[in-house]
């Protein structure tokens, strides 16, 4: 049984009252802040996060810098996670593995022995099994951190202190880039070539003007640990860089290599960042068993130490530039890298950058440093010289000196007082062993004491002087691209560039079919069907009961088709899905979407970049592209609006600069095309005006060639543009009765 709790009394206190929403406010923002800052965004100076910032300084603690022997990873993580990172041992494993993984980051900082996984997506061994020291890089980002370069905090328990950020001599934000997700903002840096960082750099030194559209004339774009082609436009990259967000299409690169009795096959050597090639390769395999990949027949990884996966073709006739296109649009062997350069920027504010302000943020730090290690230095000089100065005075009254040590009570005092000595230069007196006061010691202390007031000149100078400071990180710049050469080794340029094919947009589901001619026939009652060759006579085409033939036109199985209905919707067909010749076909409707009410108007094929007039029976139209036409649906697409009631009366070519209408009245009407507006859809312009009746038929023809027309015993007439005269108004006029000879159906 539970106790009962009396209410409290009057006046007795109670627990504080706390509002549920302004308490869940003031904790979440807290945990974001503490994502954003402590684990998520790199620092704009070092290009480091809290987890990685802590593994270095402990591996600098632990003395594991190149050259030395490697130590135990477990080690590593344990002094890490107990000293400066209290979270999880695997979260710190993880962050020192992709530090070691040369297909991760563009320039390792850590140096691993061991299973550190591979491209394939194989996790790394246990960090019992593997060990680990720093690479140079690594040490270059922490050159001079001893020397007072940069601030320290206390770690978690308080005990120790770690770095808020690193020297940093290397441009790692950009050299290596940088991927996470904090709350409400995500950053996503891709690496760059170092070589290239420093030429920007240097440019941004003399000219701090700069702007990015400058320095990208250095830095051309990113540069992947796993190589590949970047096949964006420079337009894009440069808009990308400008803003801090934009994206990189990656393309895998490949080679044909030829193969017994003429075949030939497509051998992938290098795949986007961040792909795990398994997962690539199970993708693939998964394309081809679904018949997705026409072209290809097999696909194989034949990798060793370097990635080859080979793609075989289904024939040998087969384009290779066309095979790897339709594997480009649906695998990851091109993939797109988001870049969102957000960064804290001094360390502080989170905010997305662009180029020129990330190096920016580089430099600025680099001058802090060189500032704060060059007073570091004037005080150690200084102390020296303060030092030396008693060790001379020392030389010069040996036998006094020694004689207060062995008499005096109080040595130290009587030397400060029978010399003017300062605390530090009787202490170091007293300190001194026997050995190092002989005679050739006074000439190393006069020459160092010579040495150390030049270098304390100069380092004053450099400290008041802007422009010095600037000359000596411009000399540090080139040190680092000295030990990254652009030609050889780590630090050549391993992604290039290249423009996407021009066929990059075509449909490739046609690839495969074999491109023969055929006769398309369409009935009055919307049967069609496809007989092979051009059949020049179709006379003889039996139909269906009292069916007869309503449309005939050439074409071939790899052409498009657009059949527009009487009610002004456009439908896309395909040349190989047509039915074959024998029988009677099938019903039109089996492959488009027609209202009920709607019947098939005209049909004809698809030419990329051709355009039609397009009139309804109320003698209004327009301008239609071709291109706008092609669907890819069964419902098809709006073409022409039409009234209830209403329907198409004319689609013809638009090849020419005059438009010729004549209606139902007998009135005929000519005037200039531009005077027809160009639409993708809609209900267009009134082309003539009519009292009674509608349109009776449209065309369009050049002036120059004059107009012509047929009569209904087939001869031939024309009117020449003089002899048009009379004829040639302005759109949406009444038109007058056409010349003597016309035919009396009204029909072009």
């Known amino acids: 049984m539970g106790k009962n709790v009396d209410p409290p009394a009057a006046g007795e206190p109670v627990g504080d009252v706390v509002n549920l929403r302004e308490a869940l406010e003031e904790r979440y923002l807290a945990y974001a802040l503490s994502t954003i800052m402590g684990r998520a965004l790199p620092d704009a100076r070092d290009g480091l996060k809290p987890v990685h910032r802590r593994i270095l300084y402990g591996m600098q603690i632990l003395r594991l810098d190149p050259g030395t022997p490697f130590k135990k990873s477990a080690k590593i993580v344990g002094d890490v996670m107990g000293s400066f990172h209290p979270h999880g041992d695997q979260a710190i494993y993880d962050a020192l593995v992709r530090l070691a993984q040369d297909f991760a980051s563009r320039y390792p900082l850590v140096d691993g022995q ?108 990113p540069d992947f640990p796993t190589g590949g082609i970047i096949v964006d436009t420079p337009e894009t990259i440069q808009e990308a860089y400008r803003t801090g967000r934009g994206s990189f299409r990656v393309r895998a690169r490949w080679s044909r290599e030829e193969s017994a009795r003429g075949m030939w096959v497509a051998v992938v050597t290098e795949i986007p960042y961040g792909v795990q090639k398994s997962r690539l390769i199970e993708k693939l395999a998964e394309l081809v068993d679904d018949k997705k990949l026409p072209l290809v027949a097999e696909v194989r990884d034949e990798s060793a130490e370097d990635v080859r996966v080979v793609i075989e073709p289904r024939a040998r006739n087969v384009d290779p530039a066309m095979m790897m296109e339709s594997v480009f649009r649906l695998s990851e062997l091109e993939n797109r890298f988001p870049l969102n350069m957000n960064v804290l920027v001094d360390g502080v504010v989170p905010r997305v950058v662009a180029l020129h302000e990330a190096l920016k943020q580089w430099l600025d730090h680099r001058r802090v440093v060189l500032v704060r290690r060059s007073k570091f230095r004037l005080k150690q000089i200084e102390h020296r010289l303060e030092v030396l100065a008693g060790m001379l005075i020392v030389f010069l009254h040996l036998d006094e000196v020694i004689r207060i040590i062995r008499e005096e009570d109080e040595p130290k005092d009587a030397l400060k007082a029978r010399f003017a000595l300062s605390d530090v230069q009787a202490n170091y007196i007293l300190d001194t062993r026997l050995r190092a006061l002989r005679r050739i010691e006074e000439m190393q202390l006069r020459t160092e004491h010579d040495g150390l007031v030049a270098e304390k000149t100069g380092l004053e100078d450099l400290v ?248 209904s015993a087939g001869r031939n007439f024309a009117l020449g543009g003089a002899e048009l005269k009379e004829w040639i108004g302005a759109r949406a006029e009444a038109g007058r009765l056409p010349p003597k000879g016309f035919p009396k159906n009204n029909k072009f």
């Open 464 to 711: 008041a002087d802007e422009a010095k400071q600037w000359k000596t990180i411009q000399a540090q710049i080139r040190d680092i691209k000295k030990k990254f050469p652009a030609d050889k080794g780590v630090g050549k340029r391993r992604t290039t560039f290249e423009l996407a094919p021009h066929g990059a947009d075509f449909d490739l589901s046609e690839a495969m079919i074999e491109r023969e001619p055929i006769t398309v026939l369409v009935s009055r009652k919307g049967w069609i069907r496809a007989v092979k060759g051009h059949q020049a006579d179709v006379s003889g085409v039996a139909f269906k009961g009292d069916d007869s033939l309503l449309i005939s036109l050439h074409a071939e199985t790899t052409s498009k088709l657009l059949l527009v209905a009487t009610n002004g919707r456009v439908f896309t067909l395909e040349g190989s899905k047509l039915p074959g010749g024998r029988g009677f076909g099938e019903p039109v409707r089996l492959m488009a979407d027609l209202d009920e009410g709607a019947d098939v108007f005209t049909m004809f094929v698809y030419r990329p970049g051709a355009k039609m007039l397009v009139v309804s029976y109320d003698g209004r139209g327009f301008v239609a592209p071709q291109d706008e036409m092609v669907g890819g649906t069964r419902k098809g697409k709006g073409l022409l609006s039409v009234d209830a009631g209403g329907r198409v009366a004319v689609i013809v070519p638009a090849d020419g600069d005059h438009v010729a209408t004549i209606g139902e009245n007998r009135k005929l009407l000519a005037f200039p095309l531009d005077q027809v507006p160009e639409m993708a859809r809609g209900k267009g312009v009134r082309l003539q005006r009519y009292k009674d009746g509608g349109l009776s038929d449209a065309r369009v023809f050049k002036l120059a060639d004059g107009l012509t027309w047929q009569d």
């Open 114 to 221: 061991g299973n550190f996984g591979n491209i394939d997506g194989d996790s790394a061994a246990a960090y019992r099994y593997t060990e680990a020291r720093m690479t140079d890089v690594a040490r270059l980002l922490l050159e001079g951190i001893d020397e007072d370069s940069i601030d320290f905090r206390d770690n978690y328990s308080g005990d120790q202190q770690e770095p808020i950020v690193l020297p940093a001599a290397f441009p790692n934000l950009l050299a290596n880039g940088s991927q996470g997700i904090a709350v409400g903002m995500a950053t996503s840096i891709p690496p760059h070539n170092v070589a290239e960082l420093c030429d920007a750099a240097l440019y941004l030194v003399t000219h701090p003007q700069a702007t990015t559209e400058q320095l990208l004339a250095f830095v051309p774009g």
